[in-house]
């Protein structure tokens, strides 16, 4: 499923994120930067040691990543130039500011691509593995923030991709960006 806003190609996919060819991949990483299970472990195994020798340096510098923001890398091996890291939020029910933080982790991947001119991010579903975010929810509040980009006009932002893991996934993000489109189509 694709839909184009003002120029930027969004879409869903099912592959393997450490697979992708853009500008940067997008680690559901935890705030210590030094790898883990899931996505994380996966980028970092794929990538070599140069991405976790810059995950070194950010913690000397700032001590990790706190949930909600994010962080740019080398990409080491992977084909894609950069790995940006950012922290979802364990799902503790919803009323711990979980919406909040998971649209944060979007919004502030988002910012490191413009920041650095980039034209192409894929992203992981943030927060869905271990972190235990319901994946609706999920799917719902990545495919609006990229929405609210892309309707902008504003970042460098030519193409994002949500790299899925499974057909479920997969299934929930093409609901959303159907909806997108028939909201934009609404207002046309």
């Given at each position: ?64 990543c706190p949930t909600g923001e994010a962080v740019i890398t080398t990409a080491g091996n992977l084909p894609a130039r950069h790995v940006i ?90 609901q959303q960006l159907e909806q997108a489109k028939s909201s934009i189509e609404d207002?046309?």
């Amino acid at each position: 499923m694709k839909i184009v806003i003002n120029g930027v190609t969004i879409e869903a996919v099912q592959a393997d994120i450490t697979r992708e060819q853009v500008d940067a991949i997008v680690n559901a990483a935890n705030s210590s930067l030094l790898g883990g299970g899931g996505v994380d472990g996966a980028i970092h195994r794929a990538g070599g040691p140069a991405i976790l020798e810059d995950c070194y340096r950010i913690r000397e510098r700032q001590g990790g990543c706190p949930t909600g923001e994010a962080v740019i890398t080398t990409a080491g091996n992977l084909p894609a130039r950069h790995v940006i890291h950012t922290v979802g939020p364990v799902w503790n029910g919803g009323d711990q500011l979980e919406p909040d933080l998971l649209r944060h982790c979007y919004i502030h991947c988002l910012q490191l691509a413009d920041e650095h001119k980039l034209t192409s991010i894929s992203f992981p579903n943030i927060s869905t593995g271990i972190y235990g975010y319901p994946k609706p929810e999920a799917a719902e509040i990545a495919v609006s923030v990229v929405q609210q980009y892309a309707e902008t006009g504003n970042g460098s932002l030519e193409q994002i991709r949500f790299v899925c893991f499974d057909g479920d996934n997969l299934a929930l993000y093409e609901q959303q960006l159907e909806q997108a489109k028939s909201s934009i189509e609404d207002i046309l």
